[in-house]
């Protein structure tokens, strides 16, 4: 039955075969989760001041009107314990408790996807700063094979002199040049 369930609320599904038209929705077009939401309305207002206090002043007007109302007009008695105030009391407690499980359960559910959504969060935010973390070390590394301004000054320097030389050694053909130290130079 839970894989008719499942099923039943595919997109991909002709629209026939599914009891309901959008996921979420039944045929009438009601929300399936409409209980669950009236019931943490109510654990909410469980919760409040003002529900123990309505709740205080209804068992309190209760018994002062089966207690000083006139004997005819008394619905529940004195005598044996005030049974149709413990009754509604309890009928109230009874309900009380499955609707506050019910919201503390959906609660749940919401909590265990806003940890999913965390986590994966965290996973994209991890790989985005290893992503730059790597980034920096390339960059730091392209950074260290490329020229300073103190090796490209002694390289032209070196250039110049190299220059020089030849232009004098155009200039006077006739002297016998340096032996040159650096043959790994190219010439042009």
Partial sequence: ??????????????????????????????SRDRFGRFTEAIARGMGTPWFLLGLTLFAVAWISWNTLAPVDWRFDSVALGFIALTLVLSMQASYA????LLAQNRQDDRDRVQFEQDRQRAERTLADTEYLAREVVALRIAIKDMASKDFIRAELRALLEHLDERSNERIN???????STNESRPTR
């Fill in 97 to 100: 408790a499955p609707m506050i």
């Fill in 1 to 30: 039955m839970a894989r008719n369930n499942r099923a039943d609320l595919r997109l991909d599904a002709p629209k026939g075969l599914r009891t309901s038209n959008i996921v979420g929705l039944n045929r009438s077009g009601h």
């Fill in 173 to 179: 053909p006739d002297e016998d040049p340096e032996p």
